[in-house]
C-alpha cells in the first residue's frame, strides 16, 4: 500500500520556516499534545492499493481539526490548507507536495465514522490533557443541547420524519417544535473541558444518557431538572458521587422544601458552565445546526468538535496555570 512521505522538507519549506513568524495558535498546539499517540490510533486507516499515494492519516486528522476552529466546509478546508503557509506547516505538508482535495477530506471523515474513531480520539485528547493535570474532577456538569437538521422539518402529519434524514425526529420544548438533534455534554467543572460528547435524535429523553455521561472519577454531578429521578440520585450516592441535580417540582400542591430550593439555587451556579460550553459549540463552532445526514455522521461531527474545543482550551488553561 502506498503513502505518501512528507517526512523530508525541502530546501524552500527550510528558507520559508526560517523567515516565518512562530508562536502562534498552530504552533502552539503542535507543541502541547503527543501527536504520536493520536498517529497511533489512527493507524487502521490504510492507504487505498489504487491510485496515486494516499496522505498521512494524521495529516488528515489535522486538517479535520483545522476545519473545526475556522469552520471550513471540505471545499474550504482543500482551498484553505493549499494557500496558508501556517495550515501547511502544521497539517506537515511541503511546499512541493499537492494538497489534500475536498473528496479526500470526505473519504478520510467518512473513515473514521466508519471505523468508530472519533470517540477516541477525544478520549485520548482528555488522557493527555488529565496527564497535564488539567481536567479537575471536582464535578461533572451534564447537559443536553437542541441542534437542527440540515433538512427541512417534515409537514404535520407525516409521523415526524423526513425520509431524507429518517434519524432526525421532532421534539417539543417551551411549546415549540423542534426538528433535529440533541448534543448531549459531559462539561468538567473548574476547567470547562469536555470529557464526553454524545449525540441523539431530538425526540430521546435528556434524561435516557444521564447515567452515560456519568464519568465516574468526579466528587459530584450537576444536572438541571430533566435529570430528577430516585433512580438516577441512588446510582450517584452508590457510587459515592455528591448529588447536585436540581429538583423539580412534581405537583404543584407539593411544593419544594426549603432544603431543595436552597440546593438548587446552588446546584444551577455550578451548572452554568455546561451552558459556556454548548454556547461555545454553538456560536464558535456553528453547531446550532447538523452539516450532515445521519445521526452516524452528525455524532462523528461532535466527537471532532469536542476534541477541537478542548485543544484550543488547552492553551488557556497552561497559560492559566
Known amino acids: 500500500m502506498s503513502r505518501r512521505d512528507l517526512s523530508q522538507p525541502s530546501f524552500v519549506d527550510a528558507m520559508v520556516s526560517g523567515c516565518a513568524k512562530g508562536g502562534g495558535f498552530l504552533d502552539r498546539i503542535e507543541k502541547a499534545f503527543d501527536w504520536s499517540a493520536f498517529e497511533a490510533l489512527l493507524a487502521p486507516i490504510h492507504a487505498s492499493r489504487r491510485g496515486a499515494p494516499g496522505y498521512p492519516p494524521l495529516t488528515m486528522f489535522k486538517i479535520v481539526l483545522l476545519q473545526q476552529w ?6 474550504g478546508a482543500e482551498e484553505a490548507v493549499r494557500d496558508r503557509l501556517s495550515f501547511r506547516r502544521f497539517c506537515g505538508l511541503p511546499l512541493e507536495v499537492e494538497t489534500p482535495d475536498h473528496a479526500s477530506i470526505w473519504r478520510f471523515r467518512q473513515t473514521i465514522e466508519k471505523l468508530g474513531l472519533s470517540a477516541a480520539l477525544l478520549s485520548e485528547t482528555n488522557r493527555q490533557l488529565d496527564a497535564l493535570g488539567l481536567i479537575v474532577k471536582r464535578g461533572t456538569l451534564i ?7 440540515a433538512v427541512k422539518r417534515p409537514p404535520y402529519g407525516e409521523g415526524g ?4 434524514d429518517p434519524d ?5 420544548k417551551r411549546k415549540k417544535a423542534h426538528f ?5 455534554l459531559a462539561v468538567d467543572q473548574g476547567s470547562g473541558l469536555v470529557r464526553q460528547a454524545e449525540m441523539t435524535s431530538a425526540n430521546v429523553h435528556d434524561s435516557r444518557l444521564g447515567e ?3 464519568q465516574g472519577d468526579e466528587q459530584a454531578v450537576f444536572a438541571d431538572r430533566a435529570y430528577d429521578s430516585q433512580a438516577f440520585r441512588e446510582s450517584l450516592r452508590r457510587r459515592g458521587i455528591g448529588d447536585g441535580i436540581i429538583w423539580k417540582v412534581k405537583h404543584r400542591r407539593y411544593p419544594l422544601e426549603p432544603w431543595q430550593q436552597r440546593l438548587n439555587h446552588w ?7 455546561v451552558e459556556r460550553a454548548n454556547a461555545t459549540m454553538k456560536q464558535w463552532y456553528r453547531l446550532s445546526g447538523v452539516r450532515y445526514r445521519g445521526l452516524a455522521r452528525n455524532a462523528c461531527h461532535l466527537q ?6 478542548n485543544m484550543k482550551r488547552a492553551l488557556v488553561l497552561i497559560d492559566q496555570a
Do not use: W
Open 212 to 214: 452515560t455521561l456519568v
Open 143 to 149: 447537559d443536553a443541547t437542541l441542534i437542527a437538521a
Open 180 to 184: 433535529g438533534y440533541k448534543g448531549h
Open 168 to 172: 432526525a425526529r421532532v421534539t417539543m
Open 304 to 309: 471532532f468538535v469536542a476534541t477541537a474545543m
Open 267 to 273: 446546584a444551577k451556579g455550578i451548572r452554568s458552565g
Open 70 to 75: 475556522h469552520t471550513l466546509s471540505d471545499p
Open 161 to 164: 420524519v423526513n425520509p431524507r
